[in-house]
């Protein structure tokens, strides 16, 4: 395993990070308690330490099987990321959004599902249209005081409002971001625009989601239906990953595959893990063989014309992702 410290922050972390959206009911190609587990050891058998998940993951149950299972582990080794802002609780306003008052309520209940006194990355899951920035902010930082939360970071938002986030921390003298999760793979890159600049020139730490543009850039574009998830994923199709150039890139992600004798994954993910913005990507796969196969992606040297290679039948996509 490879290792780097997260953005400006001295936390260390692997280098692949395990989504845990996996884990959980709610749909067919989740895992369940004890399959979950599986996946954890197996990851931590690897040399992962970071895991992400979030409140609204099958409505909190993925946080208490990641509790759940890291259990038995030294508690210190690991860093768990998490987030809050989705509908908790459809009959409580107030269990959503980025308030004092749900970010105080959720972080309690997040820090019980997890079992733990701390959450290490405490993410505040989209922007909140409702609630002044400055009142986030200003909660994150008192919960980073009392000890609950290490560090704060975000997830995907427009490169403004993340830029106001950060001129408000600094002007107020309140914690800062130290981490942007955002949508970025071979197939989706319009945050190169704005917000990875943004994130380098700031010395955010950078942990894209959906690495594997949620299994298309894992198979030929012909087989997306080919796995559950393909067939029932909601979200897949709100995403464009194969309009403009993306099913040449596809086809040119299987060809160096072909021609390295790895798999397409494993060259997707290379990708990203070249990309100097790119922290720690979380993969999030449902089978100990894929995470395997995730985990080498580390060792695949990809030159400078691999890279053009694919990035070139690359055509600008609706946003996706946030609104
Ligand atoms: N902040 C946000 O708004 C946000 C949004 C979405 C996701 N996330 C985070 O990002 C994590 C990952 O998201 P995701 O699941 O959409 O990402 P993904 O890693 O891009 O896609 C997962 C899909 O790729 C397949 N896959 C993964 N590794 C593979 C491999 N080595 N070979 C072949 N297929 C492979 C998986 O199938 P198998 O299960 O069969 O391996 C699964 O269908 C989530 O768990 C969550 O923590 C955050």
Redesign the pocket.
């Known amino acids: 395993m490879e290792y780097t410290t997260l953005g400006s922050t001295g936390m260390t972390v692997s280098r692949i990070c395990l989504?845990?959206?996996?884990f959980g009911t709610g749909r067919e190609?989740m895992l369940d308690p004890d399959e979950s587990a599986d996946l954890i050891d197996r990851a931590i058998d690897l040399g992962i330490n970071f895991f992400?998940?979030?409140n609204v993951?099958s409505t909190g149950e993925s946080e208490e099987i990641l509790g759940d299972a890291l259990d038995g582990y030294d508690r210190d080794a690991q860093v768990i990321a998490t987030?809050v802002f989705a509908e908790m609780d459809s009959d409580n306003p107030n269990a959503s959004g980025l308030s004092r008052k749900a970010i105080e309520q959720e972080l309690a209940a997040s820090l019980d599902r997890l079992g733990v006194d701390t959450i290490d990355l405490y993410?505040t899951?989209?922007w909140d249209d409702d609630t002044p920035i400055e009142e986030t902010l200003r909660a994150l930082d008192d919960a980073v005081r009392r000890g609950q939360v290490r560090y704060i970071g975000t997830?995907?938002m427009w490169a403004h409002q993340f830029a106001e986030a950060l001129h408000t921390s600094d002007e107020l003298g309140l914690e800062r971001f130290a981490t942007m999760?955002n949508?970025y793979?071979v197939l989706y890159r319009e945050e190169e625009r704005e917000m990875l600049p943004l994130c380098e020139k700031e010395d955010v730490g950078v942990v894209p989601?959906?690495?594997?543009?949620?299994?298309v850039?894992?198979?030929p574009h012909e087989e997306i239906d080919a796995?559950t998830?393909?067939q029932t994923?909601q979200y897949l199709a709100q995403m464009s990953y194969l309009q403009g150039g993306g099913e040449a890139i596809n086809e040119r992600v299987q060809e160096l595959a072909d021609e390295k004798g790895v798999?397409?994954?494993?060259i997707s993910l290379a990708w990203l893990l070249h990309k100097e913005w790119v922290d720690a990507p979380?993969?999030?796969?449902?089978?100990v063989d894929?995470?395997e196969?995730?985990v080498e992606a580390l060792e695949i040297d990809l030159s400078r014309s691999d890279q053009e290679y694919l990035e070139e039948p690359y055509e600008p996509l609706p946003v996706a992702?946030h609104e």
């Open positions: 989504g845990c959206m996996s190609w992400d998940t979030a993951y987030k993410q899951h989209r997830s995907s999760q949508h793979n989601w959906s690495p594997l543009a949620r299994g850039a894992t198979r796995t998830r393909g994923d798999s397409m994954a494993q979380i993969v999030g796969t449902t089978s894929h995470l196969d995730a992702g």
